[in-house]
């Protein structure tokens, strides 16, 4: 399927019904986009990058709430160890399941704030995501220049506008996931992928001189590179690669070039690269990506946390990630017909579907593109208000979707980042200010493994302990996290005695009650902190209790 070529940057969108390749034929009007508030804003590119930093930073700061146990215990864990030399590696480390890239990033940043001693509680809390939030804004910046590439200008604002104001990607993608930077790097390739693809269709002095001594655009190079950057964060990412390079694939006249001079070169050297560096630091010979696939695609190892129906990510999961941004975006694909994008989404949901494990973050990498779509929806409006279809004293179609969409994504995304689950955050900092301050000695998390923050929050080294959850090659064999939700008292009994070793303890609400009697006597509560007003997928988990043995009080 080739690329439709576009027009310039300042050519209106295409009316209603019409296809996205009228807008090629469109005349260049040059105007700003009358009906965006902030379009002055977007004058350039640098003012589109000025804006998503200072939008992102703030994004980053008012993130106050946990997620994903991957943020911390798959990124900011291992940095903190790598720098710090304690941090814990849970068993997919231990496995050659992950790779070292990711972490390495938020090594150099601790690095940095140890060498200014500004590694305070803080900072180190805050600072991962502050980090996270400048390449989400790169992410923004891309996701501009992508929809301006491919529709036009007026559509770039709509785009942009759709994914700062959406839930879901103002609550995950300044988080330190590993799917958060997958997310900007696709987004990122695939703008130089297109442009590779505009330069050779074009008929610009540029590419009839890389016709003639056959060579591919740079930008081809460029996002070849940066999709192998992308595999080697996450190896699913070959998910959405493959399909993106294989429709250009078929159309290419010099496949074995392609393959031999472009593909296998660049990504041989990131391979290679990635793996010098992943067996430097696991201390043996390992090929992270081909343990990581073997693991999860081949074996079926992520059923372990738990499974969801095939049709999960179509009947709830995307939905609910793009939430009330959907019918817009529905008829942003049926108006503009752009469907190789389209057909993208399709794709990773199809594939993502087929796992038995499925969660939000996985299928991330391909929510900015429905926002494309959701721009060029509400740019197309904004053409229908400029030629007069609005009635007088009446608020226009324009206006009550975009004040719906503010409704229904800006309340939801405060309330989903400053409250929804931040008890195990707040409980984490306070437990670091403690022990910096010397009035902790050593801390037992009596809940379900990995629901809080660890030594990366923490950052004193003293005993820790929480309850396992380590995958057992027995099938049935409980952990040690289920068998304590089962029988919280007995558990706590035949494991840990009379907890007379731990100066603190940390524990949920919902399960403390079960093991009041045992810390009556020892143990004293000295903090709670609110978690959340209803449950997730265990029972309501209201508040996180801290108690600390009298005896240190």
């Known amino acids: 399927m080739s690329h439709r070529r576009r027009s310039n940057a300042g050519d209106p ?5 019409t296809g996205g390749s009228s807008t090629a034929e469109a ?3 040059g105007e700003e986009n009358p009906d965006l508030p902030w379009a002055w804003a977007l004058g350039s590119e640098r003012r589109v990058l000025a804006l998503a930093l200072a939008f992102r930073a703030a994004n980053a700061l008012l993130v106050r709430t946990y997620f994903n146990p991957d943020e911390h215990w798959q990124c900011l864990e291992v940095a903190h160890r790598i720098v710090f030399g304690y941090g814990h590696l849970t068993w997919e480390w231990k496995r050659g399941l992950r790779s070292y890239l990711h972490p390495f990033i938020f090594a150099a940043l601790y690095k940095i704030l140890s060498l200014l001693h500004l590694d305070s509680p803080w900072f180190m809390a805050m600072a991962p995501r502050l980090l996270q939030s400048v390449f989400a804004s790169f992410g923004d910046l891309y996701l501009y220049k992508l929809s301006k590439l491919i529709f036009n200008n007026h559509v770039a604002q709509w785009a942009l506008f759709s994914q700062l104001v959406n839930w879901f990607m103002f609550f995950c ?6 799917n958060s930077m997958e997310t900007v790097l696709t987004v990122t390739g695939l703008y130089y992928w297109f442009v590779a693809i505009e330069s050779v269709q074009g008929n610009s002095v540029v590419s009839k001189q890389q016709a003639a001594s056959k060579q591919s655009p740079p930008s081809r190079k460029m996002a070849l590179l940066i999709a192998a950057l992308a595999c080697a964060i996450r190896p699913t990412s070959a998910i959405t690669w493959l399909y993106v390079g294989l429709l250009d694939f078929i159309q290419m006249k010099s496949k074995s070039r392609f393959i031999f001079l472009e593909v296998v070169p660049l990504g041989v050297f990131v391979l290679a690269v990635t793996t ?15 343990n990581f696939l073997k693991f999860n695609l081949f074996s079926s190892g992520g059923d372990y946390y738990g499974t969801h129906v095939f049709h999960w990510y179509f009947s709830q999961g995307f939905p609910s990630m793009i939430w009330t941004f959907l019918p817009f975006s529905i008829s942003g694909i049926l108006k503009s017909r752009e469907w190789r994008l389209a057909g993208l989404i399709v794709w990773v949901l199809v594939v993502y579907s087929i796992l038995g494990h499925k969660e939000f973050r996985f299928v991330l990498p391909v929510l900015p593109f429905m926002f494309m779509f959701s721009g060029h929806n509400l740019a197309a409006m904004a053409q229908l208000k400029g030629k007069g279809h609005n009635e007088k004293g009446r608020l226009s179609r324009l206006k009550l979707s975009v004040i719906l969409l503010i409704l229904t994504n800006v309340p939801m995304a405060l309330y989903m980042s400053l409250y929804h689950q931040r008890g195990t955050e707040d409980a984490m900092l306070y437990l670091s ?14 809940m379900p493994c990995h629901s809080t923050p660890y030594y990366s929050t923490l950052h004193y080294n003293l005993p820790m302990r929480f309850l396992d959850c380590t995958p057992s090659e027995n099938k049935g064999t409980l952990d040690e996290s289920d068998r304590f939700l089962m029988n919280p008292a007995d558990f706590v009994g035949e494991v840990f005695g009379n907890l007379s070793s731990f100066s603190h303890i940390v524990l949920f609400e919902s399960e403390e009650r079960h093991v009041k009697l045992l810390l009556r006597n020892s143990f004293q509560e000295v903090r709670r902190f609110f978690h959340s007003h209803f449950k997730v997928d265990r ?3 209201s508040s996180v209790v801290v108690y600390s043995k009298k005896s240190v009080l």
Request: hydrophobic share 35%.
């Open 13 to 17: 969108p295409p009316p209603e019904g």
């Open 433 to 446: 200010r403690e022990a910096h301050d010397g009035r902790v000695k050593s801390v037992l998390f009596l």
């Open 27 to 29: 005349s260049s009007t």
């Open 539 to 541: 029972d309501l988990q």
């Open 276 to 290: 010098f560096l992943d067996c430097w630091m696991y201390g043996s010979r390992v090929i992270v990506p081909l």
């Open 173 to 178: 993608i300044t988080r330190t996931l590993s």
